[in-house]
């Protein structure tokens, strides 16, 4: 069944591929100090040069070739607000759409040449500001890959419906099928597994508890054996497609859970993920793969700019069942998993 936000697809394919290309060129044809300059700072993030590459084509887009036929509210970083409702001068209440874009998620990897970006977009019907994560009914993510890579992929989700992945060969300009499978394995054992530790800020603290869960679920390293691997992929979009293609089994973001042994030692919380980097976990959950909050539940974020999120991702059941308790007790110990408080 092709649904209503499924009639936005094309069109969001191709802003997507106008924005790989844009900042692929750039990439190509200015200076890395000139891509790492800093444009401006905002609450949530900093916001580099090579970012304002795709800012710059996403109003002028969606105003051309959406909101001209389906009034929107469009959520991105760099807006007054977090937010714009187009056409401009339409209440929000009429939109019919929330549109949350994050046009380049993994800027710094990918301004230093080192590992690919990713453009990611996900579209729920407006509930207003009670719209969150799980009423996005179409996702689409799609790599920024770097200058000396000519391939770039790109998936997509509605809901229900199952993910589908292309391959675009960018020197010819041909595109085909992309196969993506989850990990089957049943154990993180010879597998990548991380807890993500990007930036400076208790980073003993993410250590420690990767060290207690993958102690937990595989036991005492053997000499000379490795017990699991791990990849710190600065890109949140990035992870997940390492979920979904099967590179990874486990990956989680604990960042925001850290605030109060920051404030322990005179420290403030530094940046965290937050929803736009997030948008596409519908693909993930089309594909199998379950991503939860700290809790084990689905991830329920308002889509804003602002909220600060937490999750983890299993590449299966069997993984899961693994992994979570000793996560989970591992953030008890240390007082971060603050009880839910259930509605009588």
Known sequence: MFTAAQQLLPLLQTLHEMIRDAVVDACENTTLEAMAGIAREETGDTI??????????????????????????????GLAGGKVVLPAGTPEADAQWRIIVDPIDGTRGLMYQKRSAWILTGVAPNRGTNTTLQDIQLAI???????????????????????????????????????LQPSTATTIAHGFAAISRFF????????????????????????????????????????????ISGRDRFCADLRPLLAPILAQKGLTLGICCHPYDVCTELIAHEMGVMVTDEHGRPL??????DSDVTWAGYANAAIRAQIEPHLQAALHRRGLLVPVIRSQ
Request: glycine content about 8%; aromatic content about 6%; some cysteine.
């Open 48 to 77: 580099y040069q090579v970012d304002r590459i795709s800012e710059e084509l996403l109003v002028e887009f969606f105003t051309r070739h959406i909101a001209v036929h389906t009034p929107i509210i469009l959520i991105a970083e």
């Open 141 to 179: 993510q799609t790599e920024i890959p770097l200058v000396k890579q000519h391939l770039s992929d790109m998936v997509w989700a509605a809901r229900g419906q199952g993910a589908t992945a292309v391959r675009h060969n960018r020197l010819t300009g041909e595109q085909q099928p992309l196969p």
């Open 200 to 243: 400076p800020g208790a980073r003993d603290t993410l250590a420690a508890i990767d060290e207690e869960i993958i102690l937990g679920a595989l036991g005492p390293v053997q000499p000379g054996k490795a017990h699991c691997f791990e990849d710190q992929y600065i890109c949140s979009g990035g992870q997940f497609y390492e979920l």
């Open 300 to 305: 329920a974020t308002p889509l804003d700019i």
